[in-house]
């Protein structure tokens, strides 16, 4: 079966830039959507089509993919946005999620 | 704006069949997929399956043989069973909007999530 890879931990310091990548077999032929999660809620998506954000996401949340990985970019981070981050994508009709990662603001 | 609302039993008993329901507010089941997640304690997110407002479904391979997802257009909700539930099967379940597509879509509308334990 497919699978994404993420690394289960980033850590960035406030205003600068945090990565977070995910990694799958060709990953770069298929869309990448990214979902946040916030202690005790429910996912938000914020980025879908690989690189495209939903209204009410700020710019600060870009992405990217390309061969086998793909890149949820936050600029200037901010505390409020220490979350678990996950990517999804499709394989032969069937959704695939990776195993998320913490981002950690200190 | 459109909400979702799950509902649902918070306890099975293992071997029974875990049953809930996801209730679309503010906008149409009509012409979207509706898809079931779940994420067990402190875990990642799982994809459980999704239907079409026509009735038409897909399930994850893991699942299919315990899985029946149905809708009904005219209370404007999707429901989800599982059978023969065990303890790993205890998880939050949330419902989403998939989008018009369904492959290559996002889930962009999620419910709140509703916990459900399996335990005796």
């Known amino acids: 079966s497919y699978e994404l890879t993420q690394p289960p931990s980033v850590s960035v310091s406030p205003g600068q830039t945090a990565s977070i990548t995910c990694s799958g077999d060709k990953l770069g032929d298929k869309y990448t959507s990214w979902y946040q999660q916030k202690p005790g809620q429910s996912p938000v998506l914020v980025i879908y089509h690989d690189s495209q954000r939903p209204s009410g996401i700020p710019e600060s949340f870009s992405g990217s993919n390309s061969g086998s990985t793909a890149t949820l970019t936050i600029s200037g981070t901010q505390a409020m946005d220490e979350a678990d981050y996950y990517c999804q994508a499709w394989d032969s009709s069937t959704v695939v999620f990776g195993g998320g990662t913490k981002l950690t603001v200190l | 704006q459109v909400q979702l609302q799950e509902s649902g039993p918070g306890l099975v008993k293992p071997s029974e069949t875990l049953s809930l329901t996801c209730t679309v507010s503010?906008?149409?089941?009509?012409?979207?997929?509706w898809s079931w997640i779940r994420q067990s304690p402190g875990k990642g997110l799982e994809w459980i399956g999704h239907?079409?407002?026509?009735?038409?479904?897909h399930y994850n391979p893991s699942l299919k043989s315990r899985v029946t997802m149905s809708v009904d257009t005219s209370k404007n909700h999707f429901s989800l069973k599982l059978s023969s539930v065990m303890a790993a099967d205890s998880a939050v379940y949330y419902c989403?909007?998939?989008?018009?597509?369904?492959?290559?879509?996002?889930?962009?509308?999620w419910g709140q999530g509703t916990m459900v334990s399996v335990s005796s």
């Open positions: 239907i079409f407002y026509s009735g038409s479904t």
């Open positions: 989403a909007r998939l989008g018009l597509t369904g492959d290559s879509d996002s889930f962009d509308i």
């Open positions: 503010g906008g149409s089941i009509i012409n979207y997929y």
